[in-house]
């Protein structure tokens, strides 16, 4: 399940989840929306049950946005431990895959 998050509740969101992969869009972007569905496809699915999935409003929740980086959308981050792995402007359906890979390491 993709979990929407705000500059209010992110960081206890990554303080009490220790594997974190965020997506940040805008109402805007075209590429996110074409993403979303893929996103919440492998949020959904059982085998990633130990990852939190989040959606950030990167137009709406500054501070969120400079956590991840974000200097383009659709950008998917990743954190562990609540810190910052990876980060990356794309909407590759492999990348997400190498992000979570990446994750359980």
């Known amino acids: 399940m993709v979990q929407i998050s705000t500059d209010n509740d992110f960081e206890s969101l990554l303080k009490s989840n220790s594997k974190v992969i965020v997506k940040y869009y805008a ?3 075209g590429s996110c929306k074409l993403f979303a569905p893929k996103f919440k ?3 959904n ?3 990633n049950a130990d990852i ?3 959606e950030v ?3 709406e929740n500054e501070n969120t946005r400079k956590l ?3 200097d383009n959308l659709p950008y998917l981050a990743s954190f562990k431990n609540g810190v910052l792995l990876e980060g990356t402007a794309t909407s590759k359906e492999e990348y ?3 992000m979570m890979d990446d994750l359980r390491k």
């Open 41 to 43: 496809r492998h949020s």
């Open 27 to 29: 109402d805007w972007c």
């Open 45 to 47: 699915d059982e085998q």
């Open 57 to 59: 409003n990167a137009e």
């Open 96 to 98: 997400l895959q190498k």
């Open 68 to 70: 991840g980086g974000v």
């Open 52 to 54: 939190l999935f989040l």
